[in-house]
């Protein structure tokens, strides 16, 4: 492709002179300069890789837990409740017997799911799966902070303690699990090309009324895995920033100390599924923001060109 943009910006710099040429080298060097940025490395390779996803017992942390076993990866998953992460290995075991299997009659793609129960806010079970990873892999490959919470309700009326639990799930639980895993991670950078996922917001870029402490959290954890992203970099550690919009999930049912019969007005809604397979994707691709839906990035344009005028729909 680039040898084509070539030939054609030689044809044209044949034809206009000096104009074309000033123009084109511009578009060229751009267009090749996006191709870098859009596809700097080669996919990175899920078979046989060793993945740690929070928040696996439901919505999107569970379809990404599924969904990288599928494909060959050995995933650990981990949340409060062990009853929905035995689920989700039942699931995956139906689906790994349901697949072709080989002449030697086994399974050659699918990878496996380990399930071990705790609280991401509490240190002692963060360390628990960091030692689990280490005593049973000896490093990881992928790191995804999914899990978190929410709370609906304006600031000026709830309790102190609101914003520090939501902080406690959504902002220093996954930056404490990575502190324990970066050393994980780094045994892995010498081979391979280790990745920490964050599973973010289309809030983490634009706030909106009645989820401040919410939004707070998300803007946090963005901004912490910005800085991440760079001074990993020289180590071979990917950082991703994954922004889903509102999801078919059990988010809305399991918020954080919200008054009875105050409701969240979401517009559109995506399936775990599809975040899923978009997150996958990314972690293949090593995209380093992804907003997932065209409402999001809608808001986030309108957001950047009218921010007054969104403001003002916002507040009604
Ligand atoms: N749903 C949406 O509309 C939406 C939109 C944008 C971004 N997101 C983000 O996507 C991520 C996943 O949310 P979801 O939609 O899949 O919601 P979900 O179905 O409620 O899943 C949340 C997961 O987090 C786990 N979790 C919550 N608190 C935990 C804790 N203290 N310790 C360990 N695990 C904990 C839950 O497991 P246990 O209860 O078993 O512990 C559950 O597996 C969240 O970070 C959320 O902010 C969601």
């Known amino acids: 492709m680039r040898r084509w943009s070539l030939i054609v910006y030689q044809k044209l710099a044949a034809l206009g002179g000096n104009f074309f040429r000033i123009e084109w080298i511009f578009f060229v060097a751009l267009y090749n300069f996006r191709q870098l940025e859009l596809n700097?490395?080669?996919?990175?390779?899920?078979?046989?890789?060793?993945?740690?996803?929070?928040?696996?017992?439901?919505g999107i942390g569970r379809e990404i837990a599924l969904q990288?076993?599928?494909?060959?990866a050995?995933?650990?998953?981990?949340?409060?409740?062990?009853?929905?992460?035995?689920?989700?290995?039942?699931?995956?075991?139906?689906?790994?017997?349901?697949?072709?299997?080989?002449?030697?009659?086994?399974?050659?793609?699918a990878g496996s799911i380990t399930p071990i129960s705790g609280d991401l806010t509490i240190e002692s079970d963060r360390q628990r799966w960091a030692d689990w990873c280490q005593t049973n892999w000896g490093?990881?490959?992928?790191?995804?902070?999914?899990?978190?919470?929410?709370?609906?309700?304006?600031?000026?009326?709830s309790s102190?303690?609101?914003?520090?639990?939501?902080?406690?799930?959504?902002?220093?639980?996954?930056?404490?699990?990575?502190?324990a895993c970066l050393p994980l991670l780094k045994q892995r950078s010498k081979t391979n090309r280790p990745a920490i996922v964050m599973v973010g917001s289309v809030l983490a870029h634009r706030a909106v009324p009645l989820k401040s402490e919410y939004c707070?959290?998300?803007?946090?954890?963005?901004?912490?895995?910005e800085s991440l992203r760079c001074e990993l970099a020289g180590e071979r550690i990917e950082v991703l920033q994954i922004d889903p919009t509102t999801t078919r999930s059990e988010f809305l049912d399991s918020l954080?100390?919200?008054?009875?019969?105050?409701?969240s007005e979401s517009i559109g809604s995506m399936s775990p599924q599809r975040v899923a397979t978009l997150t996958i994707q990314a972690i293949e691709r090593s995209k380093r923001r992804m907003v997932l839906s065209v409402g999001g990035r809608l808001l986030l344009s309108a957001s950047r060109w009218f921010p007054g005028i969104v403001d003002r729909i916002l507040s009604r």
């Not at 990288?68 to 060959?72: C, D, E, I, P, R």
């Not at 490093?139 to 000026?156: E, H, K, M, P, T």
């Open 40 to 58: 700097p490395l080669p996919r990175r390779r899920l078979k046989e890789s060793q993945a740690l996803v929070t928040g696996a017992s439901s």
């Open 68 to 72: 990288l076993a599928t494909a060959g």
């Open 74 to 109: 050995h995933v650990l998953a981990v949340a409060r409740r062990q009853n929905r992460l035995d689920d989700l290995v039942t699931e995956f075991h139906s689906l790994r017997d349901s697949q072709p299997k080989s002449k030697t009659g086994a399974n050659d793609k």
């Open 139 to 157: 490093g990881l490959d992928i790191l995804v902070n999914n899990a978190g919470s929410g709370a609906i309700g304006r600031f000026d009326t």
């Open 160 to 179: 102190p303690e609101r914003v520090r639990k939501l902080m406690e799930v959504d902002f220093f639980g996954p930056v404490e699990l990575t502190r």
């Open 216 to 225: 707070a959290a998300k803007f946090a954890l963005r901004g912490w895995a």
């Open 256 to 263: 954080i100390d919200t008054p009875a019969g105050t409701k």
